[in-house]
């Protein structure tokens, strides 16, 4: 046991709703006052295949999830061969007699405990079909690991709300059959991870992608226009489901070409609005990238990164697209890319994006993965009152009147010039993706296109001084400084944990704006660090190539993992270490 | 009230001269004037062509946007103000080559946009080559032996996607094409005005005077518009003889009229300051 808590992991074939019951038990240990880590993984299949969902949930909190499972549910014996391997020591497996055969080698190991449970039997003695096994599978967990029953049917209750009432009273049957079997068995008793009682404090469990979703709705975008496509979908479903109670229009679009270029034409016609997709999608969108650039019309895209080239592992996680969202589209012009790293971030940095993008009247990226996408994590309710919507440069009517004459494209000082929106009298204007005028005319004037180009580029300028200083994560002066953008900050945060009881200090500097790149800063940390490695969920170290180019300072320490799948912290902790060593 | 002064622009069209734009450039103008829309309550969206160059040369609100994708520009816009005019202009290479998805999705979802192809069977601004319309067996830069591929029917299309108002105009009638724009402006839910729009510097076969050879107005016979199978008949004639006017129009509700988030408010005029989340958020517990 790392500290006080329980890393729970349930495994089954895909279809038959483990997502759903990991999230309860999630929800539930939520509700139990710890914090909560809930990830999932799933092949891109409907039916068939294996699926996880691993709860980390610890009384201090937790930033990822990790490689060890305390118990493991295992509602087929796939799940046993494809886990055994991770289990702590002493650790449980529930399973089902029925449906797993287990060696007698596995048996017998001293070092598991095996909780032998007629799964499938009490889901059908409450009445249930196959699928409730799993809502039995979670009551027996949370007798095993010291859950209040109540909390747990409450859990269901409301993660089944609005389902058919035999549904939502059939799991909780099925759940309680489950619990008291465990119970009146007397079985667990030596188990070791607890969930301590006392715990009152109740947090958020959510994804990145809801944070997003939040974020946007309370930075007031009104227009959401996307394609579905995986890690980025959850967005999609959730601005669809608030979409009558906030006013939103929600556009399922026919492809990600109409998802921008509807969205530009919202904004453009005053209405916050954002898109999202992952990287096919994005390569779709890259055109309208550059009219929305070109134009100086706001736009927040959402790229949520899984692994390429093409289709790749379509329900994996990488950090392979940094390159590509810094460089899509012909021709040079700013754009902000923005990583958040936690859910939090999602959320705070989202509403950024919009203020950002309409101030400078530039794109804005949201840079995410799958893992950040679509993991659960507890956090505290987000403070929302010191939050501010900034519209930039629009003008009213008034001021517009005493103009002589409105010039959308003004070269001013700033490089930002005063924006109108179809509506007003005296603010007419013709936007067009080819180079123009500070009237908005097409023009391939040598002198115009020289001017225009500056002017869209001194915008940048001015939101280099406004965009928050990247800073270092854990103590100033470390042994080492891990480097890092992204989902990654989770495990290494939990690597800094981990190093720091083996008495090494480590720290971590988050990189959070890809652009425009905090170089200064940058170069200055890195300067002053003792050891700098950099940790990334790619094939070619793009943010280290990223750091090269804009600082001149080359990176020599690479952790890289482009497998498809998440570090987990105790991978970091000993490369870290080994190196050191080695060092 | 609107007239002509007020839509002018200081830039002039730089289209080849004699060049079937203009007439439509001038029935745009007029039908505005007719229906007496404020200019700054109207945008026109155009992608990108001879033709797309359209709305600089209108003084409106205006957006140029890029090859294909004037329909989803002008679909993000309508929805985020339903108070405004909005109309879509591009030629045929735009709208039923590269954008021709966007356009048979703009016609099954039956938004108030009116929408102008100008058709010219070639592509204009790249100098000429074949495009989607250009009659079997022509012969261009990109096709010199000859079109194989039979060419696309807009109208027949049109009707098989649901359009809820189709017809087609021709740049010498230009009083009659007025009448159809406002029409179509008129017309609650997606209009399409296919223009026939010669191209006097590449399109060598289909001029100003073999169109005036073969068509015909469809308001000059007793074609019935609210017939499908009526429409469909008449979409099928081409090389000798040619109907314009309308060949159908329905009511169908608006997609934007089955939005109760916009019933009272355009979203460009909903408050945004102060959005309380606290209930989603509660949710989250
Ligand atoms: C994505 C993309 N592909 C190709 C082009 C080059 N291009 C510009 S206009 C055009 C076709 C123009 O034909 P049409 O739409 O019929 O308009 P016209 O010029 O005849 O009015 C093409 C292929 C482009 N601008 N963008
Ligand atoms: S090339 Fe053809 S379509 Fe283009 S401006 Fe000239 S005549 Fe008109």
Redesign the pocket.
């Known amino acids: 046991m790392e500290q006080e808590g329980i890393s729970w992991k349930i495994g089954g074939e895909a279809g038959y709703g483990i997502m759903t019951t990991g999230y309860i038990f999630a929800k539930t240990c939520s509700r139990a006052g710890l914090h909560v880590f809930g990830h999932t993984e799933y092949p891109s299949l409907i039916r068939g295949g294996h699926n996880t969902y691993q709860v980390t949930a610890m009384v201090s909190e937790v930033f990822s999830h990790v490689k060890h499972v305390d118990l493991l549910v295992a509602l087929n014996e796939e799940t046993i061969d494809l886990h055994i391997e991770e289990l702590a020591l002493r650790g449980g497996i529930i399973h089902d007699e029925d449906n797993t055969v287990l060696s007698n080698e596995k048996k017998n190991r001293d070092d598991i405990r095996l909780y032998s449970i007629p799964l499938r039997q009490l889901a059908e003695e409450s009445g249930g079909r196959r699928i409730m096994t799993n809502s039995v599978a979670i009551g027996a967990s949370a007798a095993l690991v010291g859950l209040n029953f109540e909390m747990l049917s409450n859990v269901i209750g409301d993660v089944y709300h609005g389902k058919a009432k035999e549904v939502v009273e059939g799991n909780i049957k099925a759940a309680q059959r489950g619990y008291s079997y465990m119970r009146k068995q007397g079985m667990g008793k030596e188990f070791g991870p607890r969930i301590p009682k006392t715990l009152r404090k109740r947090r958020m469990l959510l994804t990145g992608n809801h944070a997003v979703g939040l974020g946007a709705i309370k930075a007031g975008c009104k227009f959401y226009s996307a394609y579905p496509m995986t890690p980025a979908s959850s967005i999609l479903h959730f601005m669809a489901s608030q979409e009558r109670r906030f006013n939103l229009v929600v556009k399922h679009a026919e492809d990600e070409i109409a998802s921008i270029n509807m969205a530009i034409g919202a904004s453009f016609a005053g209405v916050r609005a954002m898109t999202a997709t992952s990287g096919g999608g994005f390569s779709l969108m890259s055109?309208g990238l550059g009219l929305a650039a070109m134009t100086e019309t706001p736009l927040v895209i959402v790229v949520s990164q899984r692994p390429g080239p093409s289709t790749g592992l379509p329900t994996r996680t990488e950090q392979g697209d940094l390159r590509f969202v810094l460089n899509a589209s012909q021709g040079d012009f700013p754009r902000f890319v923005i990583a958040p790293g936690d859910v939090v971030d999602c959320f705070y940095r989202t509403i950024e994006a919009f203020n950002l993008s309409e101030k400078y009247q530039c794109p804005a990226i949201l840079l995410l993965d799958k893992y950040l996408s679509e993991s659960h994590k507890t956090t505290e309710q987000f403070e929302v009152s010191k939050i501010v919507i900034d519209r930039g440069l629009m003008i009213d009517d008034e001021t517009l009147e005493e103009d002589k004459e409105f010039k959308r494209y003004k070269i001013t000082a700033t490089g930002i010039s005063p924006r109108t929106i179809p509506s007003q009298k005296k603010g007419r204007f013709t936007a067009t993706g080819n180079e123009h005028d500070e009237t908005g005319y097409v023009s391939e004037d040598k002198a115009i296109r020289t001017k225009m180009m500056n002017k869209r580029y001194r915008k940048f300028r001015h939101a280099r001084k406004e965009i928050p200083e990247p800073t270092l994560l854990g103590p100033k002066n470390a042994e080492v400084t891990m480097i890092g953008w992204g989902s990654t900050k989770g495990p290494i945060r939990e690597a800094m944990r981990l190093l720091k009881r083996e008495g090494i200090d480590a720290n971590l500097l988050q990189i959070v704006y890809l652009s425009p790149f905090p170089k200064n800063s940058v170069a200055r940390i890195l300067e002053t660090a003792e050891r700098v490695v950099v940790i990334e969920n790619n094939k070619t170290a793009q943010l280290a190539r990223l750091i090269m180019e804009e600082t001149g300072i080359e990176v020599k320490e690479k952790m890289l993992k482009y497998d498809g799948r998440q570090f987990f912290p105790i991978d970091i902790c000993r490369y870290v270490k080994e190196a050191s060593r080695i060092g | 009230m609107v007239d002509l002064a007020d839509l002018t622009t200081i830039e002039q069209p730089n289209w080849c001269p004699g060049c079937g734009?203009f007439p439509i450039w001038h029935a745009l103008k007029s039908a505005i004037i007719e229906l007496g829309i404020d200019p700054f309550n109207v945008t026109i969206f155009s992608?990108?062509?001879?033709?797309?160059k359209m709305p600089h040369w209108i003084n409106t609100y205006g957006f140029h946007t890029?090859?294909?994708r004037p329909l989803p520009v002008a679909t993000g816009a309508r929805l985020a103000n339903t108070d405004l005019t909005v109309v879509a202009v591009?030629?045929?290479?735009?709208?039923?080559?590269?954008g021709i998805g966007h356009f048979i999705h703009a016609m099954r979802r039956n938004l108030n946009i009116t929408y102008l192809v100008?058709?010219?069977?070639?592509?204009?601004?790249?100098t000429g080559?074949t495009?989607p319309t250009s009659d079997r067996g022509f012969s261009s830069k990109s096709t010199p032996t000859g079109v194989i591929e039979v060419p696309i029917n807009p109208i027949a299309l049109a009707i098989a996607s649901n359009a809820t108002y189709i017809s087609r105009g021709f740049s010498k009638e230009l009083n009659h094409l007025t009448q159809l724009i406002v029409d179509g402006i008129r017309h609650e839910g997606f209009a399409l005005i296919d223009v026939l729009?010669p191209?006097v510097t590449?399109n060598r076969k289909n001029t100003y005077k073999w169109f005036s050879e073969r068509i015909y107005k469809l308001e000059d016979t007793n074609h019935d518009i609210t017939s499908k199978q009526a429409a469909f008949q008449k979409s099928l004639e081409w090389n000798n003889h040619i109907p314009i006017g309308i060949f159908y129009e329905e009511t169908r509700p608006t997609y934007e009229n089955e939005l109760p988030q916009i019933a009272e408010t355009p979203l460009a005029k909903q408050e945004i300051q102060d959005i309380d989340i606290t209930s989603v958020m509660a949710e989250f517990f």
Request: hydrophobic share 20%; charged share 10%; with cysteine.
């Open positions: 055109e | 734009n992608g990108i062509g001879c033709s797309s890029i090859h294909g591009g030629g045929d290479g735009d709208g039923y080559g590269i100008t058709n010219n069977q070639v592509y204009g601004l790249t080559q495009s729009q191209c590449f």
